[in-house]
């Protein structure tokens, strides 16, 4: 069950530490113990960066008679590690929030899906991207392309489909597929005329940019191979064309 700690203006409201991006919950009511009625008239947390928010806010101004309670929860979520704190204002009266954050559990290790090893010149080949365990908060991240062109230029036709050299990515909590821009779970890419080796590398981090990319991630990228090949003939267009011409 629950247990009940009375709190008096200006006191403190601690949360029990927990790791970053996980969420801790405690009711927080405020009870008239005079003889007459009384009335709140505002409500609200100091605090711009989310880390603390009330839920359940009841409508303002509430009257509450002798004996009487108004409650609301109040949201503990920490997107940094460390010491976080803020203020709950109800009228005049203050309480400060409190709460330690540890390090988010690390990251599982990840995998590509579909294309792979050599792919042909002036292709668009499809890549997925998935974590080997589930995630129990989301992440966002970005998938970046280098090129090691075999000639004296970098092709500039080697894009990802969305435009660029970079795309960013969603993994929903609990879940392990990539998501890309428009819902997508694969983003293709072309592969250019230029012979050369296409490496794509992942960037991890939680919604509030903590970073959690593992430090072996340089050796976990895809790396795809545009091989050698003879000129072919892409399109074939007559210059002009003379009366008598069959």
Known sequence: GTTATAVQSPGAI???????????????EIRNEGTAPGVITSLGIADTRGVFRIEQMPPLPASLEPGATLGFNLIYRPSVTGLSTSQLLVDTQVFTLSGFASEPPPLPGYRFGGASGAVEPFQQPGVRLSLLDPYPIPLQGTL??????????????????????????TIPAGSTEAVFPNGAREIRLQTGTVAGTITITPAFATQTGLELTPPEQSEKALTLTVPRRAPGLI??????????AI
């Open 14 to 28: 601690l949360f029990s530490p927990l790791p970053v991006g996980q969420t801790s919950t405690t009711r927080f």
């Open 144 to 169: 970046t392309i280098a090129i090691d062109s075999e000639s004296f230029a970098v092709d500039p036709a080697v894009l990802f489909a969305s435009g660029g050299r970079t795309v960013g990515f």
């Open 235 to 244: 399109d074939l267009q007559p210059a002009a064309r003379s009366a008598d």
